[in-house]
T-cell receptor, first 113, second 113 residues
Framework: ELKVEQNPLFLSMQEGKNYTIYCNYS?????LYWYRQDPGKSLESLFV?????AVKQEGRLMASLDTKARLSTLHITAAVHDLSATYFC?????????????FGKGTHLIIQP | GAGVSQTPSNKVTEKGKYVELRCDPISGHTALYWYRQSLGQGPEFLIYFQGTGAADDSGLPNDRFFAVRPEGSVSTLKIQRTERGDSAVYLC???????????FGPGTRLTVL
């Protein structure tokens, strides 16, 4: 059974600081997804990482994928309050790309002014 | 263009009743997914359609749950003899081919009293 673990599950940080969210998964997969969810809202796609060593950046967020270590990171640079949300990583159930996703439990991020 | 839409946005029903939840995917997307999300958890995969057929229904929890997509576009998730434990947000997602980024709808919040 595929397991996806995120660390930490809760994070409170101050504006201007840097931090990293980690996502470990238990089976071989070349595809990893990061989503953002605001309270009471649906999921917004942030990044799709499709190969080992993939790195993508959007604004203050940068995601990377190491398929050999089965690890993805989401790095936040100089955090701002608007980035407060829950962040999920997800992996294809069978690693083939055309499957449902298995999600982590999410990282609830609060950024305080 | 229009995103994934789901109706109703909220559904309150009594234990033992039958409910139908509807998903209208992004036009042209051949793959459609159903997930459910309980409070404080990540989405849990239920079923995946490629065109009209269910390519993977391994996430359906039991035979009370059934989904159809008769014309390869709109899908309906059907739950018979609802139980209080079925209360959750049911999310629908679609993707262009099934091997790529999934776009989520706003969800249907189901409450079983």
């Amino acid at each position: 059974e595929l397991k996806v673990e995120q660390n930490p599950l809760f994070l409170s940080m101050q504006e201007g600081k840097n931090y990293t969210i980690y996502c470990n998964y238990s089976t071989t997969s070349d595809r990893l997804y990061w989503y953002r969810q605001d309270p009471g809202k649906s999921l917004e796609s942030l990044f799709v990482l499709l190969s080992n060593g993939a790195v993508k950046q959007e604004g203050r967020l940068m995601a990377s994928l190491d398929t050999k270590a089965r690890l993805s990171t989401l790095h936040i640079t100089a955090a701002v309050h608007d980035l407060s949300a829950t962040y999920f990583c997800a992996v294809d159930i069978r690693g083939g790309g055309a499957d449902g996703l298995t999600f982590g439990k999410g990282t609830h991020l609060i950024i305080q002014p | 263009g229009a995103g994934v839409s789901q109706t109703p946005s909220n559904k309150v029903t009594e234990k033992g009743k039958y409910v139908e939840l509807r998903c209208d995917p992004i036009s042209g997307h051949t793959a459609l997914y159903w997930y459910r999300q309980s409070l404080g958890q990540g989405p849990e995969f239920l079923i995946y359609f490629q065109g009209t057929g269910a390519a993977d229904d391994s996430g359906l929890p039991n035979d009370r749950f059934f989904a159809v997509r008769p014309e390869g576009s709109v899908s309906t998730l059907k739950i018979q003899r609802t139980e209080r434990g079925d209360s959750a947000v049911y999310l629908c997602a679609s993707s262009y081919t099934g091997a790529g980024e999934q776009f989520f709808g706003p969800g249907t919040r189901l409450t079983v009293l």
